[in-house]
């Protein structure tokens, strides 16, 4: 319907498709009024004070309080104003507020066998009293009964709006003879479709035909709201002005918004008299104080409707109005039923993880949630989707676009028209669904739909001018259908989905907000557990030692004291009693090594590599002088950023291992490679040793993990869990790789850091976890 | 004239090794045995049990870190706090490496910090070491008791 927003003129407005809208006029606010000299100016025109009635019927209008004449309309024959006074003034007038709908009261029996239907109401300042022909009296015929007794009980039949409809076309044709009645439904735009029709022969078919929400001004709108009804009893009438009785009083300061008689533009007509309408009818359905459609009738010759058959239409207005109102709550509250399953279903799954937003790009519901053909969860900079998406940027985008909104909830079926960007991928998301989760991240979760494209019939070229050769803008000739392919837009959103949008917002911040806590409570447990952790390495360090202490103390001395009464045998149990209780120290000892490597603060810098490895190596030989050890360096090493103690400790690991594994081997090969990847920098050492099975290549780093006997080779298991310790706390990673009897293979990586944005301790992300959003 | 050794031990059997590495490393010096830290404050002040003991301060005092009632680091501050004790040299004599207890103990001024060896011959050096080094080479500063040599009556 966006192909009408290249609107012509004001004119061309005032002159469009009025056969249907028994108002003539619309509105552009969008541009002077006064463009044109030949113009209107729509939006200003005073239909509610045209000052002047049309002629099957009589107006009196008296002073709201004194009852006194004011004005009257100027077709009461001489002599017949009085009666008509007279008989008001004998009648009950109504006392009910202005703006109230005019009240019947009764048939006036004039004399000369005349009888007029009187009805009368009030404006805040003068009482209007209206006299219309009265039809011979019905009885229990009349339109009103039969509207209840038939036509009741087959609207509450219906099951649709459109069924709703197509009985309230029909009803109204019979119950007032016009040649085509159609009721029609007003979209968001303002825009009319015609839901249904009942046409004589001769009569043109609108049926699912749309009309331009320019066709209606704001303020006829609004007038369609206040007075429901409305009839143009004869397009070739002749306006009977208001003749004022009083001095100080223009007919155009009576107001006759509620006037059943009131005078319609003369564009209008002249358009009704170019269509071959020479009568025509609307009610309005008005819901919740809404404009939600018309029904409007059309007659190729003049009608007059009667008093009775006025009322029944009135009625059966507001009849329809309840039934579309009853319909359209009970399909929102099972949609919004349906929706709000999906959303617990959504935050069900949810809660069961950890609480990370990113995960709803894998469940299914949400989805189905919306309709959508795709759904993103963006998160800072993080883009998660399921199903057709724009391009990663373009969501990133898009949401940046959205925050900047500031709305919880944003939707458009027309994406592009509000943000342009979205014509480039408006095939896959011509249109999105938003919720904005906090305010202080972006955290924007977004539903897609593609474009549709929609053939819409208009009755008429909206934007064909209609300037006649006399340069003046005549009203429409023709409502030819008109048809129009609608681009750019996607299957609108629902209210309810909107609505259910806003809900889930609520469960996921909720989902948030308490996982925030919950990281919190981990944060403060951790911290406890570390502190509790501290405390026991300190009673290991102190108290476990002492007794390893002990007992190699007391059995060296009982062997410095009774070496001689000894027996041999003896002697080397008490010598095992040592050697257990020394290898027992040493497991304490490296335990509390490796609790300490966890703890201690990184001290980080530039760690020349070259100068640690030359170091390492010279110290290591000078450990085992006998061996035929071929060391293998490299003339240069990457500098790694870290802690030159522990990187010292990993290192030494690396090649006191292969020096041991090697042990055997004549001669024991040890490489040191130099490692530069794009990922950081590093080392690797590889030996020639005893290596060991990649089956177990699982447990090397592991705490007192040993691939292989303590007789064969010494050493408490920890060495490399240790490393592994070292390496991670520098956010680098570590492997090993072996061949039984062929070697080992061991290296490191570093990442590189650029020492301003290095920290001194491990990143804030695993030592203190925050919550990930808000 | 030489100066007591105070050694403040709870374990009875780091005691008993203690005193024995002493014994070996052939000091002269009297070995003053306190088992807790409040004991051992007493001796240095004169207080308490120890009001009557002449006046002057040990060569050296061998002090464990943990220790029943007042433990071995507010032992070595109350001794840092004291102007009659302030230049006392202190020994930590403990099993703790822990970076912590050590770190502490230097900025409460400890004038040496000992990990007790595992190994019983390293641990009886490591005694004698520290009996010779503090107990005969170091001069104490002035105020340190007279000490007797053993056998010889106070």
């Known amino acids: 319907m966006h192909g009408l927003k290249s609107r012509a003129s004001c004119t061309l407005s005032c002159a469009r498709p009025q056969a249907v809208l028994p108002l003539f006029m619309t509105s552009n606010p969008g541009l002077p009024p006064t463009a044109d000299p030949d113009l209107f100016s729509c939006h200003t025109e005073p239909i509610r004070v045209p000052g002047a009635i049309q002629p099957h019927g009589r107006l009196l209008v008296l002073d709201a309080s004194t009852r006194q004449l004011l004005a009257s309309s100027d077709n009461w024959p001489d002599g017949s104003l009085q009666a008509a006074l007279a008989h008001l003034t004998s009648s009950a007038l109504p006392a009910n507020p202005p703006g109230a709908v005019p009240v019947s009261l009764g048939v006036w029996a004039a004399q000369a066998g005349e009888r007029w239907d009187v009805s009368a109401h009030c404006t805040d300042r003068h009482l209007l009293a209206e006299f219309e022909p009265a039809a011979p009296a019905d009885g229990n015929g009349a339109p009103i009964y039969s509207l209840t007794r038939i036509f009741l009980p087959r609207l509450q039949a219906a099951s649709s709006i459109e069924q709703l409809a197509q009985l309230a076309a029909t009803e109204m044709k019979r119950l007032t003879g016009f040649g085509r009645c159609m009721v029609y439904r007003f979209d968001d735009a303002g825009h009319g479709q015609v839901l249904a029709e009942d046409v004589d022969p001769g009569y043109d078919s609108y049926a699912g035909h749309h009309f331009p929400a320019d066709d209606i001004p704001l303020q006829a709108r609004a007038l369609y709201v206040l007075n429901q009804f409305r009839l143009i009893a004869d397009a070739n009438y002749t306006p009977v002005a208001l003749r004022i009785h009083g001095a100080a009083l223009q007919p155009s300061d009576i107001d006759l918004s509620q006037a059943q008689l009131r005078s319609v533009s003369p564009v209008h007509l002249e358009y009704m008299r170019n269509m071959g309408t020479l009568s025509s009818m609307s009610v309005s359905i008005v819901i919740e104080g809404r404009l939600w459609g018309l029904v409007s009738c059309h007659g190729h010759a003049p009608r007059h409707v009667g008093v009775a058959t006025r009322l029944a239409c009135e009625h059966l207005g507001q009849l329809l109005a309840l039934q579309i109102q009853s319909k359209e709550a009970t399909s929102q509250v099972a949609e919004q039923l349906a929706l709000r399953q999906l959303t617990l279903e959504i935050v069900s799954h949810l809660s069961e993880s950890d609480g990370t937003l990113s995960l709803l790009a894998q469940v299914p519901a949400m989805l189905r949630f919306a309709r959508a053909s795709g759904v993103a969860v963006v998160r800072d900079d993080e883009v998660w989707s399921v199903g057709e998406v724009p391009p990663q940027q373009a969501v990133m985008d898009l949401a940046n676009w959205i925050e900047g909104l500031g709305a919880e909830v944003f939707h458009s079926h027309q994406l592009a028209q509000d943000h342009a960007p979205a014509q480039g991928f408006k095939d896959v998301a011509a249109g999105v669904l938003a919720v904005s989760i906090s305010q202080v991240h972006r955290h924007v979760i977004l539903w897609f739909r593609p474009e549709i494209v929609k053939t819409v019939t208009w009755a008429g070229n909206p934007r064909k001018n209609q300037v006649a050769a006399d340069g003046r803008i005549h009203p429409r000739r023709s409502f030819d259908s008109w048809q129009e392919r609608i681009r750019g837009a996607c299957l609108p959103w629902s209210a309810a989905e909107v609505a259910v949008a806003g809900e889930l917002r609520q469960a996921l911040i909720g989902i948030v907000l308490r996982r925030a806590e919950e990281f919190e409570e981990v944060a403060h447990e951790l911290t406890r557990v570390n502190k509790e952790l501290e405390a026991f390495s300190y009673t290991v360090s102190h108290d476990l030692r002492a007794p390893m202490r002990h007992i190699a103390g007391y059995v060296d001395l009982v062997v410095d004291l009774e070496k001689k009464a000894l027996s041999e045998r003896a002697l080397r149990y008490l010598g095992n009693v040592k050697d257990a209780a020394a290898y027992a120290g040493q497991l304490v000892d490296a335990l509390l090594d490796f609790s300490r490597m966890g703890r201690a603060a990184l001290k980080q810098r530039p760690v020349d590599m070259q100068v640690l490895l030359q170091e390492l190596v010279r110290e290591l030989s000078r450990q085992e002088p006998g061996r035929n050890v071929q060391w293998a360096l490299e003339p240069s090493y990457p500098e790694l950023f870290g802690d030159p103690l522990l990187l010292q400790v990993a290192t030494r690991n690396f090649l006191s291992n292969a020096l041991k594994y090697s042990r055997g081997r004549d001669p024991a090969r040890i490489t040191v490679r130099a490692l530069r990847r794009p990922e950081g920098d590093g080392i690797e050492v590889e030996d020639n040793g005893v290596g060991f099975s990649m089956e177990y290549a699982n447990k090397l780093f592991g705490v007192f993990q040993r691939l292989h006997q303590a007789d064969e080779f010494e050493g408490t298991g920890i060495g490399l869990a240790i490393v592994k310790r070292i390496v991670e706390r520098h956010g680098g990673t570590v492997w090993g790789s072996g061949t039984p009897d062929q070697g080992a293979r061991f290296g490191f990586i570093l990442p590189r850091v650029a020492p301003a944005a290095a920290a001194d301790a491990p990143s804030p992300s695993k030592n203190n976890p925050s919550p990930r959003s808000l | ?154």
């Open chain 2, 1 to 154: 004239m030489l100066k007591p050794i105070l050694l403040v031990e709870d374990d009875k059997r780091d005691l008993e090794l203690t005193l024995i590495a002493l014994e070996r490393s052939q000091l002269a010096n009297e070995v003053v045995i306190m088992r807790d830290g409040a004991q051992a404050l007493d001796y240095l002040r004169r207080e308490g049990d120890f009001a009557g003991r002449d006046a002057g301060n040990p060569a050296v005092v061998l002090l464990d870190l943990k220790l029943p009632k007042v433990n071995g680091l507010e032992v070595l501050q109350a001794v840092r706090a004291d102007p009659a004790l302030r230049s006392l040299p202190v020994v930590m004599l403990t099993s703790s490496q822990e970076e912590n207890d050590v770190v502490k103990s230097y900025e409460l001024g400890v004038n040496a910090y000992v990990v007790k060896p595992v190994a019983f011959d390293r641990f009886v050096s490591a005694i004698g070491d520290l009996g010779v080094f503090w107990a005969v080479l170091n001069e104490p500063p002035p105020g340190s008791s007279k000490a007797s040599r053993r056998g010889e009556p106070l």
